[in-house]
């Protein structure tokens, strides 16, 4: 099964970026929908931004245009660059894995593979 380990997180002033990465181990994801989630203390996890097999990107309407994921298939590496960064982006954000298949991307349920969370924190 595929491991994810999250990088790249940190403490930003509003309007900086950030790059997080995520790089799989164990085996190669090239065959996984990978994506991005989080989930900001007191809220319900919410989906980012999502990277098919096939390189198709999906985002969510609240970072659509300031974020950009994709993936590396040759170091299994996935990215997110975060741009114009605001607070509201404050967040763990947690990398994921899985066989989508006709699920929605923006769905949790649809990844079985996790990883352990990385700190965004955007200062105002």
């Known amino acids: 099964q595929v491991q994810l380990v999250e990088s790249g997180g940190g403490l930003v002033q509003a309007g900086d970026s950030l790059r997080l990465s995520c790089a799989a181990s164990?085996?190669?994801?090239?065959?996984?929908?990978l994506g991005w989630f989080r989930q900001a203390p007191g809220k319900e996890r919410e989906f980012v931004a999502a990277v098919g097999v096939s390189a198709k990107t999906y985002y969510s309407n609240a970072v659509k245009g300031r974020f950009t994921v994709s993936r590396d298939s040759v170091k299994d590496t996935m990215y997110l660059q975060m741009n114009s960064l605001k607070p509201e982006d404050t967040a763990v954000y947690y990398c994921?894995?899985?066989?989508?298949?006709?699920?929605?991307?923006?769905?949790?349920?649809?990844?079985?593979?996790w990883g352990q969370g990385t700190q965004v924190t955007v200062s105002s």
């Open positions: 164990g085996r190669s994801f090239t065959a996984y929908t």
């Open positions: 994921v894995a899985g066989v989508v298949g006709g699920n929605p991307y923006a769905w949790s349920g649809a990844y079985n593979t």
